[in-house]
C-alpha cells in the first residue's frame, strides 16, 4: 500500500516541478529575446536614463540665454513637462514623491515661457503650491541662478563663488579638487557666470513676479545656511566677506583666475562636446563660454557643446510631439549589465550578440588620464559610463564591464591585456578607507556640504559600500581572495560600514536593498565565510523586508524616514537585487527566495522584460533620483539565470585570469 502511494504521488509531484521548470526556462527566455532585440547594431544596449522635468525646463532656459531659442521645441518641451505635473499642480524629484518647490518652480517657469497662460488651472495650481511654500525666495541656489539670469531674481541674493578658487594648488584642502568630479566641473563654469552676472531678460509676458510672495520690490535677498551648523555660519560670514571683496575695484588675481578656469573647462570638453557627460557643468560651460566671447554661428567650443545635446547619440528624446532631455546618458553601464545578465542567463560565452558587446566595451576602454590622476598614480585602464567621457572614468562602470567582459569569448590576448589594466587601476584607485569612491580616490572633505551654494546634492565622492561591492566581485572573479591585501582592506571597510540593522546603505541606487544586494555577491565571490553572523544578519534583514507577494520594494523616502528603511511596493529591478544577495549567501533553497522567483516570472510582461514606474536609481539621495529604464529587465533576469544555475548545482559563470 506504502508503494502504491508513493508511485501516485511521486509523477504529481514530477509535474509540479516540470512546470515550474518550464516557466523559469520560458521567463528567462523571453528575457533574453527581449534584450537581443533591443541591442543595437554597433554591439551596445543604451536605454533611457530618466530624471525630473528641471532638465527640460532648464534647456528652455539655456536656449533662451544662448539667444536661439526654438519656439516649436519649446512648445515640445512643455508638453513633456504638463505630462508630468501631478493632479495638485505640482511636480516631484521621482515618481510618486513629494512636492518639490525648485522643481515645480522652474517648470512653471519655463511653461509661461512656452506661452502656457498663467490662468490655466495646471498654472494656478502650480502657484498657489509655490505661494504656499514661500514663494521663489524660498528656491535652491541653483534655482535662483537660472532666474537671475534671465533677470527674475537679483544677483545680490546668491552666494559669492569667487573664480580664484581656481588658483589654489590641487593639494590644498581647498580646491577645485576638494570637491567631487561633478561638483568641480560646475563650479569651474559657475565661478565665470557668476563673475560676469549675465542677464538676458525675460519678455514682459513671461515674468514672474506672481510668483513672490510679498512682491518682487520685498524679496529677502539674505543668503541662508544649507545646515544649522557652526561650520555652516561660518561659510556665511566668508560669504559675506568675499562678496565685500567682489564689489573692490581693484582685484589683482581676477582675470588671471577667469583665464585659468577658462583654459580649465576647455582642456575638458569631451569629443561629444559635453563636460563630464552631465547636464550641469554642461550648461554652464556653454554659458560661460558665451558671456567670455564665443559664438553659437561660428565653429568652436560653444557651438560643439550645443550641437551635442542633438544627434543619434544626443541627449534630447523628440519623438514630434514631446521634447524632453536627459541628464546623462548610460551605454557603457547598460552594456555591462545587460551581458552579465545574458552571461547569467546561460547564453553562450561565444554568442554573436555577446562578443559584439564585448568588443565594443573593450573600444571603449579609457587610455588617457583625467582629474583621477591628482590622487591616484595608478596607469589608466578604466571605463566610463557614456558614449564619450574620456576624463572622468568610474571605478563602478570599471568593475560592471570587467565582471561582464572576464568570460566571453573574445580576442585572448587583447581581453587579458584589457582586464589586468582595468584591474590595476581600480586597486590603485582604492581609498585609504579600503573602500573605493566612484570617480576619485579619497574625496572625503565633509566641509564642502556646508558652503552656502551647496544645496543641489552631494558635493564629494567618498567611498560607498556598493561600489566597493561591486569592485570586490570583480576581483573575486578573476581569482582574488580574502587573502590578497586590497581586498582585506575592503573586507574591513564593509564590515565597518554595515548598519546597525545589517542593511548596507546604497550610495547609487535606492537604498539598503541595492547596497545589501550589491555587498553580498562581492563577499561570495572572495571566499569570504557567508555564515559568519555579519552576514547572516545581512541575510536575516533582507528575508524579513520581502512583501506578500514575493517581491522586494524600497521607497526614496527610505534615504530620510527609517519607517521605509527596505520598505515599499515590490518592484522588479530591487527584487532582482534582493534574490542576487540571497543567492550570493546560499539562501538558493530557501522558500522566501522561490517566492521572489515566482514573483518575477508570474509580473514579466508580454515584451519579455518588466514593467516599473519606481526610480529605482540614484543621483545625489532625494535630491537628484534616476528612472534606468533597463533596470526592469536586466535584473530579474541575472536574479532568474544565477537562481536557475545554481538549483540545477551547475557551476557559477567561469573566472578568468588576469594577465
Same mark, same amino acid.
Given at each position: 500500500?506504502?508503494?502504491?502511494?508513493?508511485?501516485?504521488?511521486?509523477?504529481?509531484?514530477?509535474?509540479?516541478?516540470?512546470?515550474?521548470?518550464?516557466? !523559469?526556462?520560458?521567463?528567462?527566455?523571453?528575457?533574453?529575446?527581449?534584450?537581443?532585440?533591443?541591442?543595437?547594431?554597433?554591439?551596445?544596449?543604451?536605454?533611457?536614463?530618466?530624471?525630473?522635468?528641471?532638465?527640460?525646463?532648464?534647456?528652455?532656459?539655456?536656449?533662451?540665454?544662448?539667444?536661439?531659442?526654438?519656439?516649436?521645441?519649446?512648445?515640445?518641451?512643455?508638453?513633456?513637462?504638463?505630462?508630468?505635473?501631478?493632479?495638485?499642480?505640482?511636480?516631484?524629484?521621482?515618481?510618486?514623491?513629494?512636492?518639490?518647490?525648485?522643481?515645480?518652480?522652474?517648470?512653471?517657469?519655463?511653461?509661461?515661457?512656452?506661452?502656457?497662460?498663467?490662468?490655466?488651472?495646471?498654472?494656478?495650481?502650480?502657484?498657489?503650491?509655490?505661494?504656499?511654500?514661500?514663494?521663489?525666495?524660498?528656491?535652491?541656489?541653483?534655482?535662483?541662478?537660472?532666474?537671475?539670469?534671465?533677470?527674475?531674481?537679483?544677483?545680490?541674493?546668491?552666494?559669492?563663488?569667487?573664480?580664484?578658487?581656481?588658483? !589654489?594648488?590641487?593639494?590644498?584642502?581647498?580646491? !577645485?579638487?576638494?570637491?567631487?568630479?561633478?561638483?568641480?566641473?560646475?563650479?569651474?563654469?559657475?565661478?565665470?557666470?557668476?563673475?560676469?552676472?549675465?542677464?538676458?531678460?525675460?519678455?514682459?509676458?513671461?515674468?514672474?513676479?506672481? !510668483?513672490?510672495?510679498?512682491?518682487?520690490?520685498?524679496?529677502?535677498?539674505?543668503?541662508?545656511?544649507?545646515?544649522?551648523?557652526?561650520?555652516?555660519?561660518?561659510?556665511?560670514?566668508?560669504?559675506?566677506?568675499?562678496?565685500?571683496?567682489?564689489?573692490?575695484?581693484?582685484?589683482?588675481?581676477?582675470?588671471?583666475?577667469?583665464?585659468?578656469?577658462?583654459?580649465?573647462?576647455?582642456?575638458?570638453?569631451?569629443?561629444?562636446?559635453?563636460?563630464?557627460?552631465?547636464?550641469?557643468?554642461?550648461?554652464?560651460?556653454?554659458?560661460?563660454?558665451?558671456?567670455?566671447?564665443?559664438?553659437?554661428?561660428?565653429?568652436?567650443?560653444?557651438?560643439?557643446?550645443?550641437?551635442?545635446?542633438?544627434?543619434?547619440?544626443?541627449?534630447?528624446?523628440?519623438?514630434?510631439?514631446?521634447?524632453?532631455?536627459?541628464?546623462?546618458?548610460?551605454?557603457?553601464?547598460?552594456?555591462?549589465?545587460?551581458?552579465?545578465?545574458?552571461?547569467?542567463?546561460?547564453?553562450?560565452?561565444?554568442?554573436?550578440?555577446?562578443?559584439?558587446?564585448?568588443?565594443?566595451?573593450?573600444?571603449?576602454?579609457?587610455?588617457?588620464?583625467?582629474?583621477?590622476?591628482?590622487?591616484? /598614480?595608478?596607469?589608466?585602464?578604466?571605463?566610463?559610463?557614456?558614449?564619450?567621457?574620456?576624463?572622468?572614468?568610474?571605478?563602478?562602470?570599471?568593475?560592471?564591464?570587467?565582471?561582464?567582459?572576464?568570460?566571453?569569448?573574445?580576442?585572448?590576448?587583447?581581453?587579458?591585456?584589457?582586464?589586468?589594466?582595468?584591474?590595476?587601476?581600480?586597486?590603485?584607485?582604492?581609498?585609504?578607507?579600503?573602500?573605493?569612491?566612484?570617480?576619485?580616490?579619497?574625496?572625503?572633505?565633509?566641509?564642502?556640504?556646508?558652503?552656502?551654494?551647496?544645496?543641489?546634492?552631494?558635493?564629494?565622492?567618498?567611498?560607498?559600500?556598493?561600489?566597493?561591492?561591486?569592485?570586490?566581485?570583480?576581483?573575486?572573479?578573476?581569482?582574488?581572495?580574502?587573502?590578497?591585501?586590497?581586498?582585506?582592506?575592503?573586507?574591513?571597510?564593509?564590515?565597518?560600514?554595515?548598519?546597525?540593522?545589517?542593511?548596507?546603505?546604497?550610495?547609487?541606487?535606492?537604498?539598503?536593498?541595492?547596497?545589501?544586494?550589491?555587498?553580498?555577491?562581492?563577499?561570495?565571490?572572495?571566499?569570504?565565510?557567508?555564515?559568519?553572523?555579519?552576514?547572516?544578519?545581512?541575510?536575516?534583514?533582507?528575508?524579513?523586508?520581502?512583501?506578500?507577494?514575493?517581491?522586494?520594494?524600497?521607497?526614496?523616502?527610505?534615504?530620510?524616514?527609517?519607517?521605509?528603511?527596505?520598505?515599499?511596493?515590490?518592484?522588479?529591478?530591487?527584487?532582482?537585487?534582493?534574490?542576487?544577495?540571497?543567492?550570493?549567501?546560499?539562501?538558493?533553497?530557501?522558500?522566501?527566495?522561490?517566492?521572489?522567483?515566482?514573483?518575477?516570472?508570474?509580473?514579466?510582461?508580454?515584451?519579455?522584460?518588466?514593467?516599473?514606474?519606481?526610480?529605482?536609481?540614484?543621483?545625489?539621495?532625494?535630491?537628484?533620483?534616476?528612472?534606468?529604464?533597463?533596470?526592469?529587465?536586466?535584473?530579474?533576469?541575472?536574479?532568474?539565470?544565477?537562481?536557475?544555475?545554481?538549483? /540545477?548545482?551547475?557551476?557559477?559563470?567561469?573566472?578568468?585570469?588576469?594577465?
Amino acid at each position: 500500500m506504502a508503494s502504491a502511494t508513493r508511485d501516485t504521488q511521486a509523477p504529481t509531484r514530477a509535474r509540479a516541478a516540470a512546470v515550474e521548470a518550464a516557466d !523559469l526556462d520560458r521567463a528567462i527566455d523571453r528575457a533574453v529575446d527581449h534584450l537581443f532585440e533591443i541591442q543595437a547594431d554597433a554591439g551596445y544596449w543604451w536605454a533611457e536614463l530618466e530624471s525630473n522635468v528641471t532638465i527640460t525646463a532648464e534647456h528652455v532656459f539655456l536656449r533662451h540665454i544662448l539667444g536661439n531659442t526654438d519656439e516649436a521645441e519649446r512648445a515640445r518641451a512643455a508638453a513633456y513637462i504638463l505630462a508630468k505635473q501631478r493632479a495638485d499642480g505640482t511636480w516631484a524629484n521621482w515618481f510618486e514623491g513629494p512636492a518639490e518647490l525648485s522643481t515645480t518652480v522652474e517648470a512653471y517657469v519655463a511653461l509661461k515661457m512656452a506661452g502656457i497662460a498663467p490662468d490655466r488651472p495646471e498654472m494656478a495650481n502650480a502657484r498657489a503650491f509655490i505661494l504656499s511654500k514661500g514663494g521663489v525666495e524660498k528656491a535652491r541656489v541653483f534655482t535662483k541662478i537660472w532666474l537671475a539670469m534671465m533677470g527674475e531674481w537679483d544677483w545680490r541674493g546668491l552666494p559669492a563663488l569667487p573664480p580664484e578658487i581656481v588658483l !589654489l594648488p590641487s593639494w590644498s584642502p581647498v580646491s !577645485l579638487y576638494s570637491f567631487a568630479c561633478w561638483a568641480r566641473q560646475t563650479i569651474a563654469a559657475l565661478a565665470i557666470v557668476m563673475d560676469r552676472k549675465p542677464v538676458v531678460p525675460l519678455p514682459a509676458a513671461a515674468r514672474i513676479d506672481e !510668483l513672490f510672495a510679498d512682491g518682487r520690490a520685498n524679496a529677502d535677498l539674505r543668503v541662508p545656511a544649507t545646515k544649522r551648523t557652526p561650520r555652516a555660519r561660518l561659510f556665511l560670514l566668508a560669504d559675506r566677506v568675499l562678496r565685500a571683496y567682489a564689489k573692490l575695484p581693484y582685484k589683482p588675481l581676477r582675470e588671471t583666475a577667469i583665464r585659468r578656469a577658462t583654459r580649465w573647462i576647455l582642456e575638458r570638453q569631451e569629443a561629444d562636446g559635453a563636460w563630464g557627460g552631465i547636464q550641469p557643468p554642461w550648461v554652464y560651460s556653454l554659458i560661460a563660454l558665451q558671456f567670455l566671447g564665443h559664438r553659437l554661428d561660428e565653429d568652436g567650443p560653444l557651438a560643439k557643446g550645443f550641437a551635442g545635446f542633438y544627434g543619434p547619440q544626443g541627449f534630447s528624446i523628440d519623438d514630434g510631439e514631446r521634447f524632453h532631455l536627459q541628464s546623462c546618458l548610460s551605454p557603457v553601464w547598460d552594456t555591462g549589465l545587460a551581458a552579465m545578465a545574458l552571461e547569467d542567463a546561460g547564453v553562450a560565452s561565444d554568442h554573436p550578440a555577446l562578443v559584439r558587446a564585448g568588443t565594443w566595451l573593450l573600444d571603449e576602454q579609457i587610455e588617457s588620464g583625467g582629474d583621477w590622476l591628482v590622487r591616484c /598614480s595608478a596607469a589608466p585602464g578604466g571605463w566610463a559610463f557614456e558614449f564619450a567621457n574620456d576624463v572622468y572614468p568610474d571605478t563602478d562602470d570599471s568593475a560592471v564591464v570587467l565582471l561582464a567582459l572576464s568570460p566571453l569569448d573574445l580576442d585572448p590576448e587583447r581581453k587579458s591585456d584589457a582586464i589586468g589594466r582595468g584591474a590595476r587601476w581600480l586597486v590603485g584607485m582604492q581609498s585609504r578607507s579600503g573602500g573605493w569612491g566612484a570617480f576619485d580616490r579619497n574625496n572625503t572633505y565633509t566641509w564642502t556640504r556646508d558652503i552656502p551654494f551647496a544645496d543641489f546634492g552631494e558635493m564629494i565622492d567618498p567611498p560607498s559600500v556598493d561600489v566597493t561591492g561591486h569592485i570586490v566581485e570583480f576581483l573575486g572573479r578573476v581569482g582574488r581572495s580574502t587573502s590578497d591585501p586590497a581586498v582585506r582592506k575592503a573586507l574591513k571597510y564593509l564590515r565597518r560600514e554595515q548598519e546597525e540593522d545589517g542593511a548596507w546603505y546604497g550610495r547609487w541606487g535606492v537604498n539598503l536593498v541595492y547596497g545589501t544586494g550589491a555587498v553580498l555577491p562581492g563577499l561570495a565571490a572572495v571566499g569570504e565565510d557567508m555564515g559568519a553572523p555579519y552576514v547572516r544578519r545581512a541575510v536575516e534583514w533582507l528575508l524579513a523586508r520581502q512583501n506578500s507577494d514575493g517581491g522586494w520594494g524600497e521607497k526614496i523616502e527610505g534615504y530620510y524616514d527609517p519607517a521605509w528603511r527596505g520598505r515599499g511596493p515590490s518592484t522588479a529591478s530591487q527584487t532582482g537585487w534582493a534574490l542576487l544577495g540571497l543567492l550570493a549567501a546560499g539562501e538558493v533553497d530557501h522558500p522566501a527566495t522561490k517566492r521572489g522567483v515566482r514573483y518575477l516570472i508570474e509580473t514579466q510582461n508580454a515584451a519579455g522584460g518588466w514593467d516599473e514606474e519606481a526610480f529605482t536609481g540614484t543621483g545625489f539621495p532625494t535630491d537628484f533620483m534616476i528612472r534606468y529604464h533597463l533596470y526592469r529587465d536586466v535584473f530579474p533576469l541575472m536574479a532568474l539565470g544565477r537562481w536557475r544555475r545554481q538549483a /540545477s548545482g551547475a557551476p557559477p559563470v567561469a573566472k578568468d585570469g588576469v594577465r
